[in-house]
């Protein structure tokens, strides 16, 4: 237990080496300030956070650009900003015969562009937004929807994604697995 509780100092530290005791959007529309503000760097930093929440009773929202004029990261408990958490992955997929990308949360649309185009053969988003600094995870969470008008949503062509639970455990979301709860965690402001 002393572990976690070191390592969340440390994370808590950092913070406040960067002076963060407020947060706000873009936009400034949305100004608060959170119990303790967070960024973890890999899934177990998360884990931990969402353990030590449960632990005290803190509600979590979470945060990357700010570019949502809405609400939806204002809390007076945690506050998670998943920038770091930006690593992308491709493969091909042979079920789906295709090519298939994995992001972090905290993935920019700039980067993953980026990697896409760098990629042997290079591949493009189906579905880009106006916007490129925005998250994958931010796109996905609100519903948003891509620059075209005959496409479908974003959150539409996620196929699976996972989610640290409020116990801190990684549960695996899909239409394969369930499709009614896949649908209603795709959009989840």
């Known amino acids: 237990m002393s572990f976690v509780k070191d390592t969340l100092t440390k994370v808590k530290s950092n913070v406040e080496h960067f002076g963060e005791k407020t947060w706000h959007n873009w936009g400034e ?3 608060f300030t959170p119990d303790e503000i967070f960024r973890p760097v890999n899934l177990h930093d998360l884990k931990k956070i969402v353990k030590k929440a449960k632990e005290n009773n803190k509600k979590i929202r979470c945060a990357a650009a700010g570019h949502s004029w809405s ?6 408990g945690y506050l998670v900003i998943v920038t770091n958490l930006n690593d992308i992955e491709i493969k091909y997929n042979e079920n789906l015969k295709t090519w298939t990308v994995t992001t972090e949360a905290g993935v920019y649309l700039k980067d993953l562009d980026k990697k896409l185009r760098k990629h042997d053969p290079p591949l493009t988003m189906d579905a880009a937004t106006v916007l490129d600094t925005v998250t994958t995870s931010g796109i996905v969470a609100t519903g948003s929807h891509g620059a075209r008008c005959a496409n ?3 959150p539409e062509k996620v196929i699976s994604f996972q989610i640290v639970t409020a116990d801190g455990e990684l549960r695996e979301f899909s239409d394969e697995i369930d499709p009614i709860e896949m649908s209603a965690a795709r959009i989840n402001f």
């Open 29 to 31: 529309n949305q100004t």
């Open 152 to 154: 479908s949503t974003i």
């Open 71 to 76: 609400s939806f990261s204002v809390t007076s």
